[in-house]
């Protein structure tokens, strides 16, 4: 698994200031005989996920007299703004969690630094979890998700087909003929179900992935200055006659319901496309539930990467003691901890042989291989949320019928200008 691969950038930021919103959980089991570095999070709420934050901090706290790290935990709808707010008026915390659209994006705007830890600390992280831009790690996470397909191995041997794995996926031939097998079961409302009532960063997350399968990307990655001939040659419009084709055939939804899991469930579609955690949903109501890889359209399979991450700001005046802190949590128990309590993928190997869900045999173990072989991240640049917003647009508008080269074209147009007029996104 290779380090060197970036981050995922995603969602506008908006500057208003929310700090007063957040909720306070100091962390201080140790003498506060030196400085206090504070830690803020977007976990306000989620008891699981705060629990394993304050275990690791009450943990280093306990570990040296040195330093004190304290949480602040925001609500998860507030906190980028709130980070923002924080930057706009030079009041940063040391330690920031970062959904991982954001890393490069704060990175260019100046948020966060480099880690500056050991290159061997992530020796075994899945590549998805850290936060990469120019080569340097700046975040990392404990845990990631895993985009997958989900159908009943009655609904498969029924129509005739054969249920794919991770070593040998559908081929796209396969997968069409897959829907229409399973559309000739005159069984469900639709053979698939592709998550299209879905907005925002799903739209990237969900469906980039299948355009780098068939060949495209969102962005030419040797340089990240220009979409032309990725987002508009003749492999992304292949992507968009398929993606549109599903709807015309009748096989998709050119919009789903809200809730595509309960939708599978309840069994409008014959195959489920969405992320690991609809797993446990799933095979509560299915005894023969199969997870299934997503196709190879020429491409190789890809599936969507990226989570929450821990980053170091550049407002922080105790680099040291955040850096100790950073390095202390990285620790194989904190890793188990946190995809124990939350279920998502764990973020090393070492983590994920001490799950027995995601060890080798377990029934989780193909979200952990599907991360580890097929995750792709989104383009690693601060262009991104410009990029995400319009790809949004031009995916709807393709799966509404509209003529998909001049949507591309259009797409790369505004992409390209969005880019020049930022000088390149340049560090």
């Not at 005739?160 to 097998?181: I, Q, S």
Request: aromatic share 12%; net charge negative; hydrophobic share 40%.
């Amino acid at each position: 698994m290779s380090r060197k691969i970036g981050r995922i950038v995603a969602a506008s930021l908006a500057t208003l200031a929310v700090a007063a919103t957040a909720g306070c959980t100091s962390a201080g089991s140790g003498d506060s005989g030196g400085g206090t570095i504070e830690l803020w999070t977007h976990a306000g709420g989620n008891e699981a996920e705060l629990g394993v934050i304050t275990s690791m901090v009450d943990d280093f706290n306990a570990s040296q007299d040195d330093y004190t790290v304290e949480i602040t935990d925001f609500p998860q709808d507030a906190y980028n703004d709130a980070v923002v707010a924080a930057a706009t008026s030079d009041n940063l915390p040391c330690i920031v969690d970062i959904d991982g659209p954001n890393v490069a994006n704060w990175a260019w705007a100046g948020y966060i630094q480099p880690l500056g830890l050991p290159e061997e600390t992530y020796d075994g992280q899945l590549a998805g979890t850290l936060g990469v831009v120019d080569d340097e790690v700046y975040a990392y996470g404990f845990f990631d998700v895993a985009l997958a397909m989900f159908s009943r191995e009655s609904t498969l041997a029924d129509a005739g087909v054969r249920v794919p794995t991770v070593d040998e996926p559908w081929t796209g031939e396969e997968f069409a003929d897959a829907l229409a097998k399973i559309d000739g079961l005159n069984r469900f409302d639709y053979a698939v179900d592709f998550g299209t009532g879905g907005g925002g960063e799903w739209i990237p997350y969900a469906y980039s992935p299948l355009l780098q399968s068939f060949g495209g990307d969102l962005i030419d990655r040797s340089d990240f200055q220009t979409a032309d001939g990725v987002l508009n040659g003749p492999e992304a419009l292949a992507w968009a006659e398929w993606f549109r084709g599903l709807v015309d055939s009748g096989y998709m939804a050119q919009a789903s319901g809200e809730d595509a899991t309960a939708d599978f469930v309840n069994g409008t579609s014959g195959i489920l496309y969405t992320g690991n955690w609809a797993d446990t949903t799933v095979r509560e109501a299915f005894d023969d539930a199969v997870v299934l890889p997503p196709p190879d359209f020429g491409d190789g399979p890809k599936i969507g990467a990226g989570s929450w991450q821990w980053g170091l700001t550049t407002g922080c005046d105790d680099v040291d003691g955040a850096r100790a802190y950073l390095e202390f949590a990285h620790d194989t128990k904190y890793f188990v901890q946190y995809g124990e309590a939350t279920g998502l993928i764990p973020a090393t190997l070492d983590a994920a042989a001490e799950i027995p869900a995601y060890a080798e045999g377990g029934d989780n173990r193909i979200y952990l291989e599907l991360a580890d072989q097929f995750a792709v991240v989104r383009p690693e640049t601060a262009a991104y949320p410009y990029i995400s917003s319009v790809f949004q647009k031009a995916t709807q508008d393709i799966l509404s019928g509209g003529d998909a080269k001049s949507i591309l074209d259009k797409a790369v147009s505004d992409i390209d200008r969005d880019i020049q007029q930022n000088g390149g996104y340049e560090f």
